[in-house]
Nanobody
């Protein structure tokens, strides 16, 4: 079966950087739609960053709240997805979830949670105020 396992969460000071990882098993991330979502207590789940992974070119999408600060990337050889978080602030404190959907010939719906088939259990990121 498909498993997505997030890691790399923890505490980071305001203005600092942190890299999250998502290890996929039973699933090939190539030619795939993948994304990072986050959810803070009492708030709705929010799409953070997404990537359409293709053989020729990748397409990346970011929520307005993280544009210019976060970067989504992948390593096909390791079957891994990453989220580089820069200039972190208290508003970024949340549980971060990795999500995936086989792309096939269909377009990805990048930041819509209902578009994804598989989800990890999350990793907590805390940025003290």
């Amino acid at each position: 079966q498909v498993q997505l396992v997030e890691s790399g969460g923890g505490s980071v000071q305001a203005g600092g950087s942190l890299t999250l990882s998502c290890a996929a098993s039973g699933y090939d991330i190539t030619n795939s739609c993948m994304a990072w979502f986050r959810q803070a207590p009492g708030r709705e789940r929010e799409g953070v960053a997404a990537i359409s992974i293709r053989a020729d070119v990748d397409y990346r999408y970011y929520a307005d709240s993280v544009k210019g600060r976060f970067a989504i990337s992948h390593d096909n050889a390791k079957n891994m997805l990453y989220l580089q978080m820069n200039s972190a602030g208290p508003q970024d404190s949340a549980a971060y979830y990795c999500a995936a959907r086989p792309r096939g010939l269909e377009a990805c719906l990048p930041l819509e949670s209902t578009a994804y088939n598989y989800w990890g259990q999350g990793t907590q990121v805390t940025v003290p105020s």
